[in-house]
């Protein structure tokens, strides 16, 4: 598994230009607020922040499968099994979606300043990122086994992943009012439940998925 997720590493490193590509977009999307909204308050930040993220990074972690040819499934099955194989994607997309996710907030506070109960909120959204890259890589496992994975991806995708966001923005915005952490537990552990529950149910159906 560790020597697999170090080999998508390099592979996705290889092609650097889309991960390059996503640290511009999210460095000029922020510096497109700043100049449109300097000084906005707290809930504006985190209201802008979740846009600046989700529509930024998942083109940096949504390709996961789509990139592969059909007759990759089986040389990969030669190697390890689907569930290894998904594995290592799954924790490869989660390192990436951490990676753009930290620098966001970074950049964020660089040039909008530091808000109240910061790491809270950043915990989140990590939390939440993790949930997101899972639903995009299972998705983008399905889409490719059609002739059509760019149209079928986002059908696939946005409904399993609202759930998720509208809780991730619920607890986020908590964060920003500054309630006491007790307040968040239930949508931060509701959030824990949504990530396993869609690793899980990834790992089970790959076998389905790589078979067809």
């Known amino acids: 598994m560790k020597q697999m997720v170090k080999f998508f590493l390099v592979e996705e490193w290889k092609g650097k230009y889309a991960i390059v590509g996503a640290f511009l977009y999210i460095f000029t999307a922020v510096l497109i607020t700043f ?9 504006q930040y985190s209201a802008i922040f979740w846009v600046v993220v989700i529509f930024t990074t998942l083109q940096g972690i949504s390709k996961a499968f789509m990139q592969m040819r059909k007759g990759s499934f089986a040389f990969w099955h030669q190697l ?8 290592a994607r799954l ?9 753009f996710t930290t620098f966001a907030f970074a950049v964020f506070s660089l040039m909008h300043g530091s808000i109240s109960n910061g790491g809270t909120f950043l915990l989140i959204t990590l939390t939440t990122g993790i949930g997101i890259s899972s639903i995009f890589t299972i998705s983008s496992s399905i889409a490719t086994k059609t002739d059509n ?9 946005f409904p399993v992943i609202m759930p998720v966001v509208l809780i991730g923005v619920k607890a986020g915005r908590k964060a920003v009012e500054q309630l006491d952490f007790s307040t968040i537990l239930p949508e931060l ?9 869609i690793i899980a149910l990834g790992l089970l159906l790959i076998r389905f998925i790589w078979k067809e």
């Open 35 to 43: 100049l449109s909204l300097p000084g906005m308050d707290p809930l």
């Open 189 to 197: 552990g509701l959030l824990l439940l949504f990530d396993i529950l």
């Open 80 to 87: 390890c099994s689907p569930q290894v194989f998904l594995g």
């Open 91 to 99: 924790l490869t997309s989660a390192l990436l979606m951490l990676i």
């Open 149 to 157: 994975p760019g149209v079928l991806l986002p059908v696939l995708t």
